[in-house]
């Protein structure tokens, strides 16, 4: 089993910063992919930013320059730089982690019990 453990999350007004960790613990597979996922409202999660085991990263269109994914496999924590919010990146963000082969296109793996993040205008 695998537990993931969020927090980082709060509300910020427009332009402003937050940034989000997750500590994973349990058993972890050695070759694996940690990603970032949003929801809005209760829709489906949506892919903001993927890591892998390599340092690889991936980031939906609408973060992309403004939000930095990076990984501390020695703390087997993944974070969340976000810079330059907007009211559209608020939602509640879940932590994902999932063996490295398995597209970032699946919403699979497991998952932590997600953070809020609110941006004001």
């Known amino acids: 089993q695998v537990q993931l453990v969020e927090s980082g999350g709060g509300w910020v007004q427009v332009g402003e910063s937050l940034r989000l960790s997750c500590v994973a613990s349990?058993?972890?597979?050695?070759?694996?992919?940690m990603a970032w996922y949003r929801q809005v409202h209760g829709n489906q999660r949506e892919l903001v930013a993927g890591?892998?085991?390599?340092?690889?990263?991936k980031y939906s269109r609408s973060v992309k320059g403004r939000f930095a994914i990076s990984r501390d496999n020695a703390k087997n924590t993944v974070y969340l730089q976000m810079n330059s919010l907007k009211p559209d990146d608020t939602g509640v963000y879940f932590c994902?982690?999932?063996?490295?082969?398995?597209?970032?296109?699946?919403?699979?793996?497991?998952w932590g019990p997600g953070t809020q993040v609110t941006v004001s205008s």
């Open positions: 890591i892998g085991s390599d340092g690889e990263t």
């Open positions: 994902n982690l999932r063996p490295a082969w398995l597209s970032f296109t699946y919403e699979d793996g497991y």
């Open positions: 349990g058993t972890i597979f050695d070759e694996n992919a």
